[in-house]
């Protein structure tokens, strides 16, 4: 894989490029800033910015506008910031407009095809394909479980994408004797070359016994299947080593500013665990 090729692709697929991650959002240019806006279920935030032509004040006006136009609807949003993205003082800038960074998180890409992980799962667990509002009550018990907070938002957004554009999404839920524990989700993007993971978690009592990997490896052959070159994720540092093991190389680094209540169990932008 050609790291900086492949970064460059990425910045402008699923960044200058985005797309609405569903219905009732919208992604618009505006200046320097490509954002997403949507309902208060839906992803709200900045995905793409070019500050870099710009002096401190102009920095400072351009995060002002946005505060604006999130707050004008009473919306909590993101700014979301890479590690590679200009200028090097905007962390330091968003927190003094009164952003809070989230954890940093690393970008890792797989090739699909060449992701070396067979789906292997602990006895007495199978796979469910989420298709309906039951196994979207699946999905958001196991979030709440895993990561603790109200993850009702996740079901919505999901519940949107299942009804509206169902080959965009793809959900599972690995059940033991009926008990859901773990979930994750895979957005397909048409047009582009990247399939996202999102929303892996694992019930505590579950951890460390190779469902991550498998879910993993699931949505990994989906991607593959319907004809995606890769996979990415915003990996915490729980994750990373398991990603490393698996092919996956680290493109940059992604940290979520958030403007507003924060809410528990949240995850990332179209293709935000």
């Known amino acids: ?49 070019a500050l870099d032509g710009l002096d401190g004040a102009g920095v400072d006006a351009v995060v002002a506008e946005q505060i604006r136009h999130y707050t004008a609807s009473g919306s909590t949003f993101e700014w979301k910031a890479y590690g590679h993205d200009a200028p090097a003082d905007l962390p330091e800038r968003l927190r003094a407009a009164g952003f809070v960074p989230d954890e940093e998180e690393a970008v890792m890409v797989a090739e699909a095809t060449r992701l070396s992980a ?25 979030h709440d479980r895993a990561f603790g907070g109200d993850s009702s938002h996740i079901g919505r957004q999901l519940l949107d994408r299942l009804a509206a554009e169902p080959d965009t999404v793809a959900a599972v839920v690995a059940t033991a004797g009926g008990e859901p524990v773990s979930a994750a989700r895979l957005e397909l993007i048409p047009g582009t070359d990247f399939a996202g993971l999102w929303g892996g978690g694992t019930v505590e009592a579950w951890r460390g016994r190779g469902l991550y990997r498998a879910l993993v490896a699931h949505r990994t052959r989906i991607a593959a ?34 403007y507003g209540p924060r809410t528990p169990g949240g995850d990332g932008p179209p293709g935000p665990p």
């Open 225 to 258: 299947a319907r004809g995606y070159r890769f996979v990415h994720v915003d990996a915490a540092p729980m994750s990373r080593p398991i990603l490393r093991r698996l092919g996956f190389t680290a493109l940059t680094t992604t940290t979520p500013y958030v």
């Open 118 to 142: 067979d789906v292997v799962l602990p006895d007495g667990v199978e796979l469910v394909s989420v298709t309906d509002e039951a196994g979207v009550r699946l999905v958001t018990e196991v």
């Open 1 to 49: 894989m050609d790291h900086d090729a492949t970064l460059a692709t990425y910045d402008r697929q699923m960044r200058r490029e985005a797309r609405p991650d569903g219905p009732g959002t919208r992604v618009e240019r505006v200046g320097p800033v490509v954002r997403q806006t949507g309902p208060e279920h839906a992803w709200n935030g900045v995905l793409w910015s």
